[in-house]
T-cell receptor
Framework: GAVVSQHPSWVICKSGTSVKIECRSL??????MFWYRQFPKQSLMLMAT?????????EQGVEKDKFLINHASLTLSTLTVTSAHPEDSSFYIC????????????FGPGTRLLVL | KNEVEQSPQNLTAQEGEFITINCSYS?????LHWLQQHPGGGIVSLFM???GKKKHGRLIATINIQEKHSSLHITASHPRDSAVYIC?????????????FGKGTKLTVNP
């Protein structure tokens, strides 16, 4: 089946530093990738939709200058948390979609970020 | 009110029991997804439904489009089924692959 990887799986960083998270579709090309954030005991919240070769579309309330998304190829999207603060500590999950509306999304294993 | 409601929020069962998790939604959809999230956080897509019923192993998912309701059943439950089960829908409005998630049902199956 389709596999999506994320790297790193967990990261601890100091407040004020930037952290880059990679999302790769390993055996398929994904025209669209999604970035989600999940706080403890809460459901996934969509942060942004990323289409290859174009600017990401951010959900309301998500700062695009803080959460930089780059989707340079059909198999790689990156999320950079700039000037991270403790409130950015969360579980970040990406997913990749193969087909159009209603198509299956394949989820990455997630990245746990802890900002000290 | 959330667009996607799941019940129950928490469910504890004994090994071997038949389990049902329910999902109701309030918007028009092109598809409904059932996802499984293990304690480590990783998410697996179990089913994508637009009508009727699907079966995979001990898992069965049904959807009633008219009633805007779906159920996930687990037969002969096992401790390894312990996870959070999440219902998500692809709304028709918006025209993209965006998903709207329920809050999840935490299932614990005791041996």
């Amino acid at each position: 089946g389709a596999v999506v990887s994320q790297h790193p799986s967990w990261v601890i960083c100091k407040s004020g530093t930037s952290v880059k998270i990679e999302c790769r579709s390993l055996d398929f090309q994904a025209t669209t990738m999604f970035w989600y954030r999940q706080f403890p005991k809460q459901s996934l919240m969509l942060m942004a939709t990323s289409n290859e070769g174009s600017k990401a579309t951010y959900e309301q309330g998500v700062e695009k200058d803080k959460f930089l998304i780059n989707h340079a190829s059909l198999t790689l999207s990156t999320l950079t948390v700039t000037s991270a603060h403790p409130e950015d500590s969360s579980f970040y999950i990406c997913s990749a979609a193969i087909t159009g509306p209603g198509g299956t999304q394949y989820f990455g294993p997630g990245t746990r970020l802890l900002v000290l | 009110k959330n667009e996607v409601e799941q019940s129950p929020q928490n469910l504890t069962a004994q090994e071997g029991e038949f389990i049902t998790i329910n999902c109701s939604y309030s918007v028009g959809i092109s598809a409904l997804h059932w996802l499984q999230q293990h304690p480590g956080g990783g998410i697996v897509s179990l089913f994508m439904l637009s009508s009727g019923k699907k079966k995979h192993g001990r898992l069965i998912a049904t959807i009633n489009i008219q009633e805007k309701h779906s159920s996930l059943h687990i037969t002969a439950s096992h401790p390894r089924d312990s996870a959070v089960y999440i219902c998500a829908v692809s709304p028709v409005q918006g025209g993209s692959e965006k998903l709207v998630f329920g809050k999840g049902t935490k299932l614990t199956v005791n041996p």
